[in-house]
């Protein structure tokens, strides 16, 4: 059954770096609105915003202190239905990031449930004894967190363990009790009330914990996956939401479902019929390169053969059973361009990779800044880092191999959340046009040359490449095609060229990207050219019917059809 997000075109904003409408030097629901009729001209059509409910921003706003109330920092509820009603004037639907795993230590429910262990909300939180060695009291596993560290805080108002899997400022909930998945639900009542039309479920796939038993990866602490993620009991509590929220008010939701995932997993939780979520992000294509071998930036490489493989994987997969997101990165990962791209060939690369994911079965998600080929940022030192998951992840390091303090700090540098989290370049005026005033991180220096301002005027820009991949999308007479066709990946073992075909009916699309900076040689003669949708290179250099690919060339054609 076709549903409305199968055809939409999906923007993530990082609400804290995308524009700051009130001139405090912090992104905000005000910016969000001023820059709608921006994102209507780009193409896009369904928004999701990260987390701005009111908070301590431990972790920029994913650790919530209240669900009912919107930060300070970002506005006022006021401001967000504002934000909505224009968003709807122009035909955009609205996703929250709704935080599900674990709250601030600041909310109201966790103020009360440390209070002592027959408090009413308790065991509204994940609460165990310490494991008495000699005398001292020990977290009671050996379980890690994703952040560094130990994957339980102690509390000494009653001298018991919480869990967090992520910071110390977020304790997980406890989802065995009812009443957390029964307060939630009124929470996401509450906003899809408002007019909100569904859900990014954050970190949705740890809901649910194994037995408290020492992993038995290492004797030391650990991050173990398996304790936390994807276990059974996960898939019951997103079928209570499902049947309890997600259903009966016809929310579109994408789950967060992380690296380990599988895809076994994955047709659990978002597959026709799963009555779970509508989709999932994972993270399978995230991390095809050597960036965690290499030391200098420089000797990047892309693993292109298994990055097609682990694409197309997914795509056959989800063929007949199920929809995809089509995403490259996000708020907590390199930038695109400087990940898979090629900096010498930025516009060149940045069109190719938008092509090849964008004319893909599903439906695309592009972060903040995707559109212009923002890049990551030169960070030298830690002092410039803001993100707490790489200053806790680096402190622990360094805390267990003091001696390679230098090559920690270096890597995670190159690695760091903080890529994406530089402000959205707008303009060449100071601060990139995000601000009046000094931003709350840093604005990547690069913004005089690399800004949307510039890239609109221009019909050969990134930017307008973009906004001609949506229109085809959602507007070209070969619209049923790209949204609703089958995808065939071929050349599956050409570990330059990624080229698949979309064929709907009699008609028949192909896309291909070239990921070489050296020219590269495709013969079409079973491909015969029609029509050109789209290209990245003004002129073709055929020459009976062998195309000869320039860097990073890309380009998608109706294929003639053959008798
Ligand atoms: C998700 C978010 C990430 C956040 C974490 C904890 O992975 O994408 O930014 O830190 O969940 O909420
Ligand atoms: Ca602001």
């Known amino acids: 059954m076709n549903k409305w997000w199968m055809e939409a075109i999906g923007y993530q904003i990082y609400i804290k770096s995308f524009k700051d409408g009130n001139n405090d030097g912090i992104g905000d629901l005000k910016g969000i609105t001023e820059k709608l009729d921006y994102l209507h001209l780009l193409g896009v059509n369904l928004l999701w915003i990260t987390p701005f409910y009111d908070s301590p921003m431990d972790d920029n706003g994913y650790d919530v202190r209240d669900y009912f109330s919107v930060s300070s920092e970002y506005g006022t509820l006021d401001d967000f239905k504002i934000l909505l009603k224009k968003a709807k004037k122009l035909g955009m639907k609205i ?89 939630m639900i009124e929470v996401g009542k509450w906003w899809l009330d408002l007019g909100i039309d569904g859900f990014r479920l954050d970190a949705v796939s740890h809901l649910a914990r194994a037995d408290f038993k020492d992993s038995n990866f290492s004797k030391d602490i650990v991050l173990d996956w398996f304790k936390f993620s994807n276990l059974p009991d996960n898939h019951k509590y997103l079928n209570q939401l499902y049947k309890g929220l997600f259903k009966p008010n016809d929310a579109f939701t994408i789950g967060e479902v992380g690296g380990q995932a599988s895809i076994d997993e994955a ?111 030169p960070f030298k030192e830690l002092s410039q880092i803001n993100d707490i998951s790489t200053l806790n992840g680096v402190k622990n390091q360094i805390d267990k191999n003091p001696l390679e303090a230098n090559k920690i700090i270096d890597k995670a540098l190159m690695t760091t959340r903080d890529h994406p989290r530089t402000m959205m370049q707008w303009d060449d005026s100071t601060f990139a046009g995000f601000s009046n005033v000094q931003p709350w991180f840093h604005v990547n220096s690069n913004y005089e040359i690399i800004n949307v301002s510039s890239q609109m005027n221009d019909p050969n820009s990134i930017w307008s490449h973009y906004q001609k991949l949506f229109s085809l999308r959602r507007f070209s007479k070969y619209s049923k095609t790209l949204i609703y066709g089958t995808y065939e990946m071929i050349l599956k073992d050409d570990p330059y060229l990624f080229v698949y075909l979309r064929k709907l009916n009699n008609e028949t699309l192909i896309i291909i990207g070239s990921f070489s900076q050296e020219q590269q040689i495709l013969d079409i003669k079973n491909y015969p050219l029609e029509d050109i949708l789209i290209h990245n290179y003004d002129t073709l250099e055929m020459d009976n019917q062998i195309l000869n690919l320039r860097p990073y060339e890309t380009i998608c054609y109706k294929v003639k059809e053959q008798s």
């Open 95 to 183: 996703i929250l990031d709704f935080v599900l795993n674990h709250t601030s230590d600041e909310h109201q429910w966790f103020i009360e449930s440390r209070k002592s262990i027959d408090n009413p909300y308790r065991d509204y939180y994940i609460w165990q004894k310490p494991k008495m060695i000699d005398g001292i009291p020990h977290p009671p596993t050996n379980w890690g967190s994703f952040f560094g560290g130990s994957a339980w805080q102690y509390d000494d108002v009653t001298g018991e363990y919480y869990m967090k899997i992520f910071s110390n400022k977020m304790p997980d909930l406890n989802w065995k009790n009812p009443n957390v998945l029964k307060s």
């Open 267 to 377: 047709i659990k939780y978002a597959s026709n019929g799963s009555n779970e979520v509508s989709m999932v992000f994972n993270f399978d294509h995230n991390w095809h390169n050597n960036i965690h071998e290499i030391t200098d930036i420089n000797q990047l490489k892309v693993h292109v053969i298994s990055l097609k493989e682990t694409l197309n994987k997914w795509q056959e997969t989800f063929k007949d059973i199920g929809w995809l997101p089509l995403n490259w990165l996000n708020h907590d990962q390199p930038r695109l361009v400087s990940h898979y791209g090629n900096l010498d060939y930025h516009k060149q690369s940045a069109t190719m990779l938008a092509t090849i994911m964008y004319l893909s079965r599903g439906t695309p998600f592009i972060y903040q800044g995707e559109e212009i080929g923002m890049t990551n940022y």
